[in-house]
């Protein structure tokens, strides 16, 4: 178990572009420490195409196809991939301070640290959670979730995606099969790599629910 702890933080419903900007708000407030280190989700009503802090567009995004469907393409100020925010995805927000058991730099020490908690968590119900650099989750070999992460003003901010039921379908419309690969992907397809939790029991309010217990 880890020496940090989080405080669930309910926060409301708002564009995915919203909630980003929280995102960043958030940070600033826990490292001025003027807000304790919290996890929260988003809640929004639309859906975008949202790319890491370095990503160029026409590398990863399929923009003839999300025009055409309306679909918005965003940029974070955190690193990590490409993703498409959609009814079926979980998105997290923790914030804390960069400072012990965190160290500044040391991106894939501060991952580690931050899922051990969810290793525990999910083996409790038989399921062998794995963390693959740079910033997947997977079980059995197979994408559960895609994390990135900022450290700036003494505070480390982590978020990702939990594919619960996500829409294989339009994230292969919508994004490129990538030409850098983390090694255990291989040549997968995205329907072959990715792994929806509901197909091991979880839907929105459980998986809500393990998050919490293992992070506050």
């Known amino acids: 178990m880890t020496s940090f702890r989080l405080n669930y933080l309910e926060t409301p419903k708002l564009s995915v572009a919203e909630q980003i900007a929280l995102d960043r708000e958030l940070m600033s407030e826990v490292g001025k420490g003027t807000r304790l280190p ?4 988003y809640d929004f009503p639309d859906e975008a195409i949202v790319l890491g802090l370095s990503q160029e567009e026409e590398k990863y995004v399929d923009k003839a196809a999300a025009e055409k469907d309306g679909v918005p393409v965003l940029r974070r100020f955190s690193g990590g991939g490409t993703v498409f925010l959609h009814k079926g995805c979980l998105v997290y927000t923790i914030v804390t301070n960069l400072a012990p058991p965190f160290k500044r730099f040391d991106v894939m ?13 999910f083996s409790k119900r038989g399921l062998q959670l794995e963390f693959h ?26 978020h990702g995606s939990f594919l619960i039921a996500p829409d294989l379908r339009r994230i292969k419309r919508y994004l490129k099969e990538p030409d850098v690969r983390p090694d255990y992907r291989a040549e997968r397809s995205h329907e072959d790599f ?13 998986l809500k629910a393990l998050l919490i217990d293992a992070w506050c």
């Open 194 to 206: 990715l792994l929806p939790l509901s197909e091991v029991g979880f839907d929105e309010q459980k």
């Open 38 to 41: 919290l996890l929260r989700f």
């Open 133 to 158: 650099e740079p910033c997947d989750l997977a079980i059995a070999g197979k994408k559960i979730a895609g994390n990135a992460q900022s450290q700036r003003q003494g505070a480390l901010l982590i």
């Open 109 to 121: 020490g501060a991952y580690r640290t931050a899922f051990a908690p969810l290793v525990e968590a």
